[in-house]
């Protein structure tokens, strides 16, 4: 998508209308001196984009700056806009940016959806580019580099479903080690071998554990299943044994939730002790996590020195005499180290958070505990008090957890403080409990039909918990995997990604970089992930130096090498990004740039991207005529910018672009503006006679000498032609003009007297007279003092075929 | 974006094609993967409920 036309009005400076017809897909050179209303033109394409203009954004004005876009002159009723014309026509829109009930509001004509789209898709785009948004990326920290690229190719959402899997990962380990399977399995296993003195492995050795306890018995049924076994159970079923056999198995449940106790204790300290040796590592350097307070305010003063906002050489707060550079260097490296501290803090409360979590699966297997049948025995009640001191010493160290605060990092407990377990209290509870179970047993140890049946029901259920447990365990083990088998395919896809991305940028911006600095010391320029257990943490831009590895580039380079890679990067991600659109606008790029690299850009320009549609802005004047010159035949238009007090910016039309426009109204007898452009055409040829001649004006500085009136260069170059004695100055044309020049002023200003048409035939054909007494009809130069003949004295054209006397 | 650089979303795309075919991945754990993605709701709340159920069910 190229730009076919634009018109402006009513943005910034430009209060009239100004227009461009860029038909052809004609790239555009404008020059203009500082405060013309050039810019007003990248801005008028930013808001046209994006809603909103960046660099009127303040405080002051509003967070999108459309107050300030609005042109000051513009009344109430009149709107400001920006009409743009596409080579696609579905796209062409005029934005207006009015007053309704007294609020700003924009609205584009183009409402379709097509239009909507294609703003979201450019969005993405890169479009303009300013000379204060240069060295933005290059200057950013690693992590905002990384952030950028990753908001503009959309990788934060890639980051985010590889938060959602790392997160997965590290939940299923976590689950696999609170689960501890391997020491529940250990535990029925010990329970088996207590009842039948053996273990049991498989299906197999489970039967014939069961036919060999049943032998004995003499039962005709056949031990082959689980169903076989039930009935065995059902055939020696009495309600008494029952009773006890469940007893117990509660017994037994006490127990293993008293064995495991064990275990989960030391997962609990070990997991603490880990937090504790984080803590006292930070705490090494006590105001390490105060200085993250700081962030905000780095952040802003980082934002406020690269935006410029702020541009003395001296700290804003301690007003120490320090570079601008030098400041937003300090500011840099303190950002990166407190991006490490807060990442060394979040380790810290990740390891808190696991303790928690060790802490709350005790609770509540201890509380599993304080539910079972056996402890709620009036005869039982001192064992269940006993194994609530055991709860409550848990909760108590989960309370302290739960009130450190690592701003006061001194105060945290030690591991041995946080929580400690007496095992001899934990032994001879678990002993008592277990004398409870014997002596259920040794009641019936003569009956041999409840013995079996105690045994039997009793390696049932160990046995179906093992299997049971051993299920889950592979079924948790086959999701961790899983899982970890995705985020490593995952990351190995991202990374792919990124760099295939990186280099795919590195290449395209070192080879620019070349190109505008070739035979200099800077070579193989990268931006190089940065990353650490798998994440990516920042992007650096990396260089060779003399043939050594450097980064960051501010490091060695100077404002105007930085620049120019600020321009390489820019135009790197247009080649990346810019799907749709094939224009680009440089606002005033080339500013710092010394003559040399000014011509390799704009052969950079012409040569590398003659592709590309480019709306090129600058009031740099040598440069505007260097590259006026190479865009000659090259399908450039080239133009000038100028500001009136009356008409706030305008363009300023070519003498021939001027005389097209003229003679076509004169046809179609369109009075409109007419006048205005007699006189301008009427001003411009006076100037070139005048310098031509050497007409001398009396002294006005700088712009004010450009916008002379006609009838002041009239009057001088008549009493110049005087002086000279030169045969033209009787020529009534001067005296109709001084009289004609009226309706062009008029026709300029406000003015309720209408002008007629051929009034203005009129005074055109007398400006077309002026003309044709110092244009030579057949070399088209004008008379000049570069061809004085001093012998004669004649000053003629440059072919000789118009010549004037020219006396002293 | 040139042809050869890929978005973040057409990665996406492209991984969670292929998400079947990754070796060694149990297939409830990368259908329900695939489809919390397709239905927007790959969220760590979701992904962890899902693979609760899938262990409750087996």
């Known amino acids: 998508m190229k730009v076919k036309s634009l018109e402006i009005s009513g943005v910034r400076g430009i209060r009239k209308s100004i227009k461009l ?8 050179l404008i020059y203009g001196d500082n405060g013309s209303g050039k810019s007003s033109i990248a801005d008028a394409f930013e808001w046209f984009y994006y809603d909103k203009v960046k660099h009127l954004t303040s405080e002051e004005i509003d967070v999108r700056g459309i107050s300030a876009l609005r042109n000051t002159f513009l009344s109430d009723d009149q709107d400001a806009y920006f009409d743009l014309k596409y080579s696609d026509s579905k796209y062409d829109s005029k934005k207006r940016l009015f007053l309704k009930k007294s609020k700003l509001t924009s609205e584009p004509s183009n409402v379709s959806q097509d239009f909507k789209d294609y703003l979201g898709a450019s969005l993405k785009e890169n479009l303009i580019l300013r000379y204060k948004d240069l060295l933005r990326f290059i200057l950013f920290t690693k992590a905002e580099k990384l952030e950028e690229i990753s908001q503009i190719i959309g990788f934060s959402e890639v980051s985010k479903v590889k938060g959602v899997f790392k997160k997965a990962v590290g939940e299923l380990r976590t689950k696999r080690k609170t ?47 689980d169903a076989s076994i039930s009935n065995v159970l059902e055939l020696l079923k009495k309600p008494e044994n029952k009773e006890a056999v469940e007893q117990q198995l509660s017994y037994e449940k006490v127990i293993e939730s008293l064995n495991n106790h064990k275990a989960s204790f030391e997962n609990i300290y070990s997991s603490y002790k880990s937090f504790y040796e984080k803590c006292q590592q930070i705490a090494k350097d006590k105001d390490k996590l105060k200085k993250i307070s700081l962030e905000p305010l780095l952040s802003q003063g980082f934002s406020i020195l690269e935006k ?11 007003l120490q005499d320090k570079s601008r550079e030098e400041l937003i260097d300090e500011l840099r490296r303190r950002l990166e180290e407190l991006a490490f501290v ?136 086959r999701q961790q995997q899983s899982i970890e088998l995705i985020y490593n395919e995952f990351v190995k896809k991202q990374r792919e990604g990124l760099c295939t991305f990186l280099d795919s940028i590195s290449r395209d911006m070192n080879d620019l970089y070349l190109f505008m600095n070739a035979s200099e010391n800077v ?69 710092s740039f010394d003559t040399n690299h000014r011509a390799r850009f704009a052969r950079l320009l012409v040569e590398k991207f003659s592709d590309y549609q480019i709306i090129l802005l600058t009031h740099e004047k040598d440069w505007f005529e260097f590259l006026s010159n190479m865009v000659k035949g090259k399908n450039w238009l080239v133009r000038k910018i100028k500001w009136s007090h009356d008409d706030g910016a305008y363009i300023e039309e070519s003498p021939s672009a001027l005389k097209e426009e003229i003679e076509s109204k004169i046809e179609k007898s369109d009075i409109t503006g007419l006048g205005n452009l007699i006189r301008k055409y009427l001003e411009r040829l006076l100037k070139d006679v005048c310098f031509n001649l050497e007409v001398k004006v009396r002294f006005l500085f700088n712009e004010y000498n450009e916008n002379r009136m006609s009838n002041e260069l009239l009057s001088e170059l008549k009493n110049k032609l005087k ?34 048409i051929d009034d203005l035939k009129m005074f055109y054909g007398d400006v077309l007279e002026l003309e044709g007494l110092f244009r030579c009809a057949q070399c088209n130069s004008l008379i000049s003092k570069k061809y004085h003949d001093s012998v004669e004295n004649t000053v003629r054209c440059s072919c000789g075929n118009l010549k004037y006397a020219w006396k002293r | 974006m040139s042809s050869e650089l890929r978005s973040g979303q057409e990665i996406l795309d492209d991984f969670f094609s292929q998400i079947m075919n990754i070796d060694g991945v149990d297939k409830d754990v990368a259908e329900a993967v695939l489809k919390l993605q397709k239905d927007g709701k790959l969220t760590n709340t979701n992904l962890s409920n899902v693979l609760s159920s899938i262990r409750d069910k087996k």
């Open chain 1, 179 to 225: 689960e501890n399977f391997d020491n529940h399995i250990n535990i029925k296993q010990s329970q088996i071998m207590e009842q039948i003195g053996q273990s049991i492995f498989d299906d197999n050795q489970y039967f014939n554990a069961i036919k060999e306890l049943v032998a004995p018995l003499n039962l005709s049924v056949e031990i082959k299943d």
């Open chain 1, 21 to 28: 017809d860029l038909s052809s897909s004609k790239s555009v």
């Open chain 1, 523 to 591: 070579s193989e320029i990268e931006l190089i992930p940065l990353d650490e257990d798998d994440e990516f943490v920042g992007i650096t831009l990396r260089f060779k130096f003399h043939g050594k590895p450097e980064s960051p580039p501010h490091k060695y380079l100077s404002e105007s090498h930085l620049n120019c890679l600020g321009i390489c990067l820019f135009l790197a991600s247009v080649k990346a990004f810019n799907k749709l659109n094939k224009f680009i606008v440089f606002d005033d790029v080339i500013s």
């Open chain 1, 723 to 756: 002086d000279r004695r030169c045969e033209l100055k009787d020529r009534a044309v001067f005296e109709r003009l001084n009289a004609s020049m009226f309706l062009g002023n008029r026709a300029s200003h406000d003015s309720t007297i209408a002008e007629a």
């Open chain 1, 308 to 318: 410029r906002l702020y541009e003395e050489d001296r700290c804003p707060l301690c």
């Open chain 1, 342 to 477: 807060k990442k060394e803090k979040n380790t810290v409360l990740e390891e808190k958070n696991a303790t928690q979590r060790f802490i709350q699966g005790t609770i509540t297997e201890i509380n599993s505990a304080l539910r079972e049948k056996s402890l709620l025995l009036d005869e039982n009640a001192d064992l269940r008090k006993q194994v609530e001191q055991l709860k409550g010493i848990i909760s108590t160290a989960s309370e302290k957890l739960q009130r450190t605060d690592l701003s006061e990092i001194e105060q945290i407990s030690k591991p041995e403080d946080f929580i400690s377990l007496n095992m001899t209290f934990l032994q001879d509870l678990i002993s008592a409990l277990a004398d409870k179970k014997s002596m259920i047993i040794t009641g019936k140890k003569d009956d041999q039909t409840f013995t079996v049946y105690n045994k039997i029901f009793s390696v049932r259920q160990f046995y179906g918990e093992i299997k049971s447990m051993k299920r889950a365990s592979e079924v948790l083990a």
